[in-house]
């Protein structure tokens, strides 16, 4: 099959998923003790308008599944209601967050590939040799550090100390100013050096693995140079591999978003989401977890169309 | 002189459990256009050969020692153009050298008079003493391989005049004049052809790489001539099958499509490293008979290296059997079933099970194959011969002439020779196996398709071949009137 | 050699004169093979002779016996555990001391409410350590037997909980544990609860796996057809081959969890602050930091490096220790 019919036939294979996502989502506001509104009421002072507003709003008084339902109508059309702490549009309020996550989020994602790639390229090369092990002892730190934690001597280090980076966000600089992307940078190297850790030993074993194997020799044999060989042939089959990895970073990068952020004082979604979650600001809670599940799903779909566009054999 | 020749090759492999003996002392000689067999177990060392031709040996392995001289036009006059610095006389070498000198600093060298001449008496004697005494001369030291060790040439002279002759010693040629052979003046063909093919690129591509690679076309003219060379081997509605990629391809359609790429550039030799081993047996006959109608069309030498003796009966000119690391025995391919002179050889072909047969076991060769770590004293084959004596552990056999026990001559082409101290006098009992011909020549055949043929219902020929034309039958092997 | 052609046979090489002659010489090769042993033995054996991975399992041992024996243990009013490394009260506030820098008297520094670092590293192991071992063992108690359900009984119970594990893993594991302590509130067991939710998708597919691939398996189909129950061959087949890739996952969990864990703390979401787990005593040092008060941020984080780090290098060894082959692919955690 070509390559459209089996993106079609993904896609049809996320709908479900996509729906049971936004079930779970959904199912959060009947796990609490008590409402949704009861919830909030808790720890906020809402007038009474505003109570009555939101119970028509979670339409409390309906069947479960009418509920669902109905909720599900105003998801899609992005109607989340109002936050209860800024009596912003949710959605707004959202939307306003979302540039600076997407693009601690990219610089992430650059840096780990930056890292990751070269080094996992020659560190399967020169299997064996300093190299290799270096980029082994890296990886295992990688993985090992809080991230949280190695943010917080980053801080330590190149702004308390050093003064090289902005402690705090700059207020008035548009997103893709060169002020915003520097204080960017350090969260983003904070989050991207963990990830590039995994992505590194994946490149290197995918390539040590496909070094092994017969075309290698057999180009070899054509009497082709070296660095073809490497670059055109196995780079290329290895990269399957990786490619389809880095796109479910995402979903840990976005992790890493969350924690970050609040390390760095970042204004982003993540920080958004936990003072919600600090304030029972449900509504906001809701609607950016269902956010970040619907783009998880799609990042999937991605990385699984990125794999058979690399790799002929999966959609013939 | 030969096409190529190969002169006392030892290759290691240093492992963690230690020296891995893989090739010793291995000689032969490939003509222009002849087809030359090399067969033997797992383990007797014919891959690591191959490879090492191409000098696509990879670490832990190395080639240790020996001479790889490879006669091919083309590529000496190019080379000779593209490597000035590279080119030496033999003639101006023996001028201007003596033996004494040249055997003294392989003495530096902690080389061993063993190494020199292939004979073990003379393991402790150092080159010095060898020279001194007249038993080796600059020849010896040269073809040895030990030219550069010597001082003779220097590390990388590998174009080489001699005489009247030229060749490239490969073992001395640099990376990028290797790489400029591999592909182009030889080439592989690979075992398993589905892993042979990079998944992600098109058949066609990988026919016209090399093509664009070697011959400098440009890419209309190398698809074009990649989709001739798929029509060439057999492949059908080639234009249209030049973008699929290999996983779309029949296990013998890629096994086609990996010849054509060796065949690309017109190789002068082809090395086969057991390419049938993996296909079913039709498909087996088809790869088989395809090798053979291309090697007559273009005039290519193949290297056939397989375990299969139906295989070498069936396409093969002269054939080699290695055991151990080394060759038992060489001899053209009728000499070698007819009149097999080692006992190893005889074991193997009488292993194979015929139907008719009267034994109730299947008969084997007892024992296996020696780890190529720890060899046997003396002759490697010893302790699974049946005619072995106390004679065979403590000497060597030497590879001789059958007929009269002397050293090869490396002039004479279509000696047969073997490694056995039966044909060097030295043993007392006799190798008293023969061979019992019946019926009719299987090999003997009017044409291919028509008329009757040779009964053979299903036994198992010495022949690999046509299965697919058979004609009627008769169980004593005799003709049937039509 | 005869002119005559036709098909061959050899006769007169008799191979039983090898069997029965004795050996000409003394030679015999001495690279033998031993006898065969279990496969937990080798793997053992493998693990043993990888010294990053004993350092590390030295380390965690280590660990766990500062955190035992850090402060006494009392279960239902009798002391268990007597001993107290740990030289002072993790909890006492004691102003006077306040965020003092680190000395012979107190090995890491105080923090703001005077209370000795040192000994609450040590005691806030118990929290960490306790926390990965029993979440990871909850995951795998809950993830085992559903993918082995779904990969047994197939059908729509397989599609249903492998979809359930495909939208579950769409939540970045952080955020969904973020979304169920807002809702089921702060707290010990509710963050292992949370923790459990998100951890047990990986073994849930790894046995689903197993169970498919030995379902088609031939051996299965031999043992069927002399009559052994589905039931049984299955498990008795596939549970113990399938324990090594679980056991391996989830020795990698520990950390994965355990930085999950401390990342909660951190964000104040955990436990709450005054107890000495590792990521709360993180929550409030970004204040600090700009103080320049280094050792309050240094010390917990470096205790939770050291543990994850041990874990990781312990992971790694057991996975080398049942596949040599496989390429260490880096320590992938347990969760992403």
């Known amino acids: 099959m070509s390559l459209r019919r089996y993106v079609a036939k993904r896609l049809l294979v996320t709908i479900p998923v996509l729906l049971i996502v936004t079930l779970v989502t959904f199912m959060m506001s009947h796990l609490l003790p008590g409402d949704p509104v009861a919830y909030m009421t808790q720890f906020s002072e809402i007038d009474d308008e505003t109570v009555q507003q939101l119970r028509a709003q979670y339409n409390l008084n309906e069947p479960i599944w009418k509920q669902y339902v109905l909720w599900l109508g105003d998801a899609i059309q992005l109607e989340f209601g109002q936050s209860i702490i800024s009596e912003r549009n949710v959605t707004e309020e959202i939307l306003s967050r979302l540039p600076y996550t997407v693009l601690l989020g990219v610089m992430s994602l650059g840096v780990a590939l930056i890292i990751s790639i070269p080094t996992g390229i020659i560190a399967a090369y020169k299997k064996g040799e300093l190299a290799d092990e270096v980029s082994r002892v890296f990886a295992l730190l990688g993985v090992s550090l809080p991230n949280f934690w190695l943010g917080l001597i980053l801080i330590l280090i190149f702004s308390v100390r050093l003064g090289l980076f902005p402690v705090l966000p700059p207020t008035s600089y548009p997103l893709l100013s060169y002020n915003m992307i520097m204080f960017t940078l350090l969260p983003a190297v904070t989050i991207g050096t963990a990830s590039s850790a995994l992505l590194m030993r994946l490149m290197r074993s995918s390539m040590v693995e496909e070094l092994n194997k017969d075309y290698v020799t057999m180009a070899r044999a054509k009497g082709l140079p070296e660095r073809t060989v490497v670059i055109k042939h196995v780079v290329r089959n290895s990269m399957i591999a990786v490619v389809t990895v880095a796109a479910l970073q995402i979903a840990f990068i976005v992790n890493g978003a969350v924690v970050i952020e609040q390390v760095f004082s970042y204004p982003g979604i993540g920080r958004l989401l936990l003072n919600a979650v600090s304030q029972r600001d449900f509504p906001i809670i809701q609607a950016t977890v269902l956010m970040i599940g619907v783009t998880i799903v799609f990042a999937n779909l991605v990385a699984d169309i990125a794999y058979a566009w690399l790799d002929p054999r999966i959609r013939y | 002189m030969a096409l190529i020749e190969v002169e006392d090759l030892n290759v290691r492999f240093y492992t963690e459990d230690g020296v891995v003996k893989a090739v010793n002392d291995l000689s032969y000689q490939i003509e222009a256009g002849e087809t030359f067999g090399v067969v033997g177990e797992s383990g007797a060392g014919k891959s690591v050969t191959s490879l090492s031709l191409m000098r696509l040996l990879e670490y832990p392995g190395r080639i240790e020692s020996g001479s790889i001289r490879f006669r091919d036009d083309d590529a000496l006059d190019r080379f000779e153009s593209e490597y000035p610095d590279n080119v030496v006389d033999l003639d101006a070498v023996r001028a201007n050298h003596d033996v004494e000198t040249a055997a003294a600093r392989l003495d530096d060298r902690d080389v061993s008079g063993v190494q020199l001449t292939g004979d073990d008496r003379y393991e402790d004697v150092p080159p010095s003493e060898l020279a001194a005494e007249g038993v080796i001369d600059l020849d010896d030291i040269l073809d040895g391989g030990f030219g550069a060790d010597a001082g003779l040439v220097a590390e990388d002279d590998f174009v080489v005049h001699d005489g009247d002759r030229r060749y490239l010693e490969l073992l001395r040629a640099p990376d990028d004049a290797m790489r400029k052979l591999r592909g182009n003046r030889i080439a592989m063909v690979f075992q398993d052809a589905e892993t042979a093919l990079n998944p992600v690129y098109s058949v066609g591509e990988q026919v016209a790489e090399a093509i664009r690679h070697h011959l400098d076309y440009d890419e209309e003219a190398a698809r074009e001539r990649a989709i001739e060379m798929l029509e060439t081997v057999g492949i059908p509605d080639a234009e249209e099958r030049y973008s699929d990629y290999p996983h779309q391809f029949s296990g013998g359609m890629q096994q086609r499509a990996v010849i054509a790429i060796a065949l690309s550039c017109d190789p002068d030799l082809l090395i086969c490293a057991e390419p049938t081993t993996a296909l079913d047996v039709t498909i087996e006959a088809q790869i088989l008979e395809l090798l053979k109608d291309l090697a007559d069309e273009f005039d290519t030498a193949i290297q056939m290296i397989t375990h299969d003796l139906g295989v070498i009966a069936d396409i093969c000119d002269r054939v080699m059997v290695m055991y151990a690391g080394s060759a038992v025995e060489t001899a053209p391919v009728e000499d070698l079933y007819y009149d097999p002179k080692h006992p190893y050889t005889a074991g193997l072909m009488g292993s194979i099970p015929r139907i008719g047969d009267e034994r109730e076991r299947l008969q084997t060769i007892p024992g296996t194959m020696p780890d190529l770590i720890e060899l046997p004293p003396g002759c490697d084959f010893h302790p699974r011969c049946p005619y072995a004596e106390d004679a065979c552990v403590h000497n060597e056999p030497p590879l001789v002439d059958a007929e009269t026990g002397e050293a090869p001559d490396p002039a004479a082409h279509d000696q047969h020779v073997a490694a056995c101290l039966e044909y060097t006098g030295d043993l007392t009992g006799d190798l008293d196996f023969e061979v019992e011909i019946s019926g009719a020549d299987p090999r003997e055949r009017p044409d291919r398709g028509t008329g009757p043929e040779e009964a053979d219902p299903a036994g198992i020929d010495t022949d690999g071949g046509d299965r697919s034309e058979r004609g009627a039958r008769d169980r004593n092997g005799g003709e049937l009137d039509e | ?336």
Do not use: C
Request: net charge neutral; aromatic share 12%.
């Open chain 3, 1 to 336: 050699m005869s002119q005559e052609r036709g098909r061959i046979r050899i006769t007169g090489y008799d191979t039983q004169t090898v069997d029965e002659r004795e050996d000409l010489s003394d030679w015999e090769p001495e690279l033998q093979s031993e006898e065969a042993k279990g496969r937990m033995y080798y793997a053992w054996q493998r693990f043993k002779g990888n010294r990053a991975a004993v350092f590390g399992l030295t380390v965690i041992l280590l660990m766990t016996l500062l955190a035992i024996f850090a402060r006494p243990i009392e279960i239902a009013g009798t002391t268990v555990q007597p001993f107290s490394i740990a030289p002072y009260s993790p909890s006492t506030h004691r102003y006077d001391v306040a965020t003092q820098a680190p000395s012979a008297k107190y090995l890491f520094g105080t923090d703001w409410a005077g209370r000795d670092i040192f000994s609450r590293v040590l005691f806030g192991g118990r929290w960490s350590l306790s926390i990965g071992f029993i979440a990871v063992g909850l995951a795998v108690f809950v993830g085992v037997p559903l993918g082995a359900v779904a990969g047994y009984y197939g059908g729509w119970i397989d599609e249903a909980i492998m979809r359930l594990v495909d939208a579950l893993y769409a939540f970045p594991f952080l955020v969904l544990a973020i979304a169920i302590v807002a809702i089921v509130g702060k707290g010990y067991w509710n963050m292992i609860a949370a923790l459990v939710v998100v951890g047990w998708l990986p073994y849930a597919r790894i046995i689903r796996g197993e169970i498919l691939s030995v379902k088609e398996n031939e051996y299965v189909t031999a043992a069927k057809a002399l009559g052994a129950r589905d039931r049984a061959v299955i498990f008795r087949h596939i549970v113990p081959n399938a324990m090594a890739p679980v056991i391996v996952q989830a020795t990698l969990s520990i950390g994965s969890v355990v930085l999950a864990a401390a990342s909660l703390g951190f964000l104040g979401l955990g436990l709450p602050p005054s107890s000495a787990e590792w990521g709360s005593m993180l929550s409030n040092s970004q204040q600090t930091l700009h103080r320049g008060q280094w050792w309050i941020t240094l010390f917990p984080g470096l205790a939770i490096f050291a543990f994850v780090m041990a874990i990781n290098l312990v992971g790694d060894g057991v996975r080398e220790a049942f596949d040599p082959q496989s390429e260490s692919g880096g320590t992938e955690g347990g969760f992403r």
